[in-house]
């Protein structure tokens, strides 16, 4: 998944979707999401999504599995608004986020990406981005939060350290933590959140995991989820297969099912890797 947030941000003149003419500001209730039967295609006659309905409630973690180019990251892009469903509504507190200011509906969502990219300028800049408005305390108690402070002010030149092309170049598991301090300063009320593939270690990963919880305790979330850790704790799993969700429900009852998701459960236990990876075969 790309930087969702900044890319909308940067190409605001190419993005596909506009606001409805009687656009209303979106009014975050209990932040639950439904999709009804929803339909995409990025080109015409190429169904990407095929009737795609779940629901997350307020406050709960949905993950989303499946093999590689089943539609997962086109879910969380859709829920974005950075395209417009072809049939079928998506619909945040009974909203459908077609009738909202997209203004709004961003406020509402954060996203942490696989692969954050930073914008060329100083790390404060960078965590700043996620509320323009937070003062100097707030970004170092959103660093703290996201575990990242205490390596920031090791630098020489702490907050004010240049990163990006041409900065300090930092590692994935960095780049991750500034991105979860940007959305913890940003508080908003849904979360989306793709989980890094690339293996990091133990520590840091642990590390990590733990500022993810902390950002998505009591906030609506959704995990395209790489992480067995991960989806043993969501309340709902979703199993999308070539675009259609193929199974539902929680870990327990997906293995009860006996189905694809119970099969590469199994082929992880089999796997003599061992790590906290899920793998799908096409
Ligand atoms: N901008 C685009 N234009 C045309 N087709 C696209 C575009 N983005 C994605 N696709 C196609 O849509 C399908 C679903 O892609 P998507 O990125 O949602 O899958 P995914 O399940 O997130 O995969 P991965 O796990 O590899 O990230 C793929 O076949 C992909 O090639």
Known sequence: MMDMEQLYDLLKEEVEVDDAPNATELEINNASIDFKNVFFEYLPN????????F?????????????????????????FRFYDVSSGSILIDGQNIKDVTQKSLRKAIGVVPQD?????????YNI???????DEEQIIEAAEGADIHKNIISFKDGYDTEVGERGLKLSGGEKQRIAIARTILKAPRIVLLDEATSSLDTKTERNI???????????TTVIIAHRLSTVIHAEQILVLKEGVIVERGRHDDLLKLDGLYASMWQLQMNSISGNNELKFTK
């Not at 190429?46 to 309905?53: A, E, V």
């Not at 406050?59 to 879910?75: L, M, Q, R, Y």
């Not at 954050?116 to 404060?124: D, G, I, K, M, S």
């Open 209 to 219: 995991q733990e500022s993810l919880n902390k950002l998505c305790s009591n906030r």
């Open 46 to 53: 190429q169904p990407i999504l095929k009737n795609i309905t």
């Open 116 to 124: 954050t990219v930073l914008f060329n300028n100083t790390l404060r």
């Open 128 to 134: 700043n981005y996620g509320r323009q408005s937070a």
């Open 55 to 79: 629901t997350v409630h307020g406050g709960e973690t949905t993950a989303i599995v499946g093999p590689s180019g089943s539609g997962k990251t086109t879910i969380t892009r859709l829920l």
